[in-house]
């Protein structure tokens, strides 16, 4: 079994910070790629950014100089930087993984979600 847990998000005024962490647990025999998504209420959900098990990242073009994602690879653990936060930025944002249980059988693997509010 394979867990993915998100912590930190709330409620930030507009030009605020946040700093999103998700952390895997369980029968984990490697990581591979990691990332961020989100989902505001009426869209769908939508790629923040990834980072590659060798640190090579990826962001959407909305989140590029404000966002920076980075993992531990010790601690299973990846992070969200968010800085000058807008409010449309405002969704559920997910962790997910692509995780290996056993050498060369992986699955993706979502967090339960993290709710992030910018607002006045």
């Known amino acids: 079994q394979v867990q993915l847990v998100e912590s930190g998000g709330g409620l930030v005024q507009p030009g605020g910070t946040l700093r999103l962490s998700c952390a895997a647990s369980g029968s984990i025999f490697s990581i591979d790629a990691m990332g961020w998504y989100r989902q505001a209420p009426g869209k769908q959900r939508e790629l923040v950014a990834a980072?590659?098990?060798?640190?090579?990242?990826n962001y959407a073009d909305s989140v590029k100089g404000r966002f920076t994602i980075s993992r531990d690879n010790a601690k299973n653990t990846v992070y969200l930087q968010m800085n000058v936060l807008k409010p449309e930025d405002t969704a559920v944002y997910y962790c997910?993984?692509?995780?290996?249980?056993?050498?060369?059988?992986?699955?993706?693997?979502w967090g339960q979600g993290t709710q992030v509010t910018v607002s006045s």
């Open positions: 980072i590659t098990a060798g640190g090579g990242t």
């Open positions: 997910n993984a692509v995780i290996a249980t056993i050498p060369r059988l992986s699955h993706v693997y």
